[in-house]
Structure formats: C-alpha cells, structure tokens
Nanobody, 125 residues
C-alpha cells in the first residue's frame, strides 16, 4: 500500500507556470505506475498524464500536450507535474494516483488504486 500527498497548487495568472508535487510513502515507490488527474467543478475527473514506474514512458491528454510535463524521482519518492502556459480551463483540483506497475499506462481513473487528497490549481484570466 502507498500513501500519496499532493502539494504546490495555488492561484496563478493565465500564461504562468506551476509545479505540482506528489510525495509517496509506504510500499516502494518504484513498484507503481503513476498518474495525474484533475476535476473541475461540475465535471467528471479527467486524465491528465501518466508515467511508468521507471519514468521511461509517459502519456498525456491531448489538451495538455506541449504545456504540462510529468516526471518522477524514485530516489525522492516523488512525482511532479510541471505546468506551463496555464489557461483558465486548467482550473481544477489535481489528484495524483498510483497503481501497481503493469507496463501499460492507464488513462482511466478506475484503473488506479491509490489516490491523494488533491491540490487546488486556479488560473485567473
């Protein structure tokens, strides 16, 4: 089992940048493929990005490609989401998620077993 804690969310102006972190504790971090999801008010939780246990493979939602970058540091048990060129549509609660590694990067929230509590990102226009 793994416990996840997100941080780094805040209010930022459109066009600005932000880096979210997801700190993991418990079972070995490298045992898990990881993902970022987000949920805006009145909307369903949606996939943002995923990264393999080694960091060698990544996958992104089309809406964030070229602007957001997922990465991880297994020596620090931490995953990151670098967010550039932010837009008001990026406003949401951002969640990190984990599942035991399988070699496939899932984009469905139902495929992940462990979740953090979320961190709020607000992009003003």
């Amino acid at each position: 089992q793994v416990q996840l804690v997100e941080s780094g969310g805040r209010l930022v102006q459109a066009g600005g940048s932000l880096r979210l972190s997801c700190a993991a504790s418990g079972r070995a971090f490298s045992a898990y493929d990881m993902g970022w999801f987000r949920q805006a008010p009145g909307k369903e939780r949606e996939f943002v990005a995923a990264i393999s246990w080694s960091g060698d493979s990544t996958n992104y939602a089309d809406s964030v490609k070229g602007r957001l970058t997922i990465s991880r540091d297994n020596t620090k048990n931490t995953m990151y989401l670098q967010m550039n060129s932010l837009k008001p549509d990026d406003t949401a609660v951002y969640y990190c998620a984990a599942r035991l590694r399988t070699g496939y990067l899932y984009t469905s929230a139902a495929s992940y077993d462990y979740w953090g509590q979320g961190t709020q990102v607000t992009v003003s226009s």
